[in-house]
């Protein structure tokens, strides 16, 4: 989706963001993914798989940030998403997207459907995922 759809969609508005702002976005990203690191020694896989989320998402969001916009509307998860895929897909690939993307629904049902469904393994793979998405977020923001 382009970024003009999305803007008459309600998806995301235009939003002028300084570094300082982009850099505090970066490290709720990090201490997310701490927090989901200490949740999966706890064994607290659910919590774990969605803080894992959240620190992704928190990272998606420094990228938009950084060309100008931020969510909004209803389905601001889904915008974050759309988002990147529409401005950073030369640098973030497809695979990368729909790891997210399903990371995402996946968080949905344990959040508000099936607790307790959630394994040590997808937990830790959720984990590496968010951990490496940051990385590219920071080498595509040079920070």
Known sequence: MKIEEMLSKGLIKSFEADEKEI????????????V??????????????AIAYNSALQAGKALMFSR??????EFKHVAVIEFIHSEFGKQ???????????????????VYEQAGSVSEGETSEAIKFADN???????????
């Open 23 to 34: 850099k505090k976005v970066l490290e709720l990203s990090e201490r997310d993914l701490k």
């Open 36 to 49: 989901a690191k200490e949740n999966l020694e706890n064994e607290e896989y659910d919590w774990s798989l």
């Open 68 to 73: 100008g916009y931020r969510p909004a509307g």
């Open 92 to 110: 973030i690939t497809n695979t990368v997207i729909d790891i997210l993307s399903s990371l995402r629904k996946r968080r949905h049902r344990v």
């Open 133 to 143: 998405f940051i990385i590219k977020v920071k080498e595509i923001l040079k920070m």
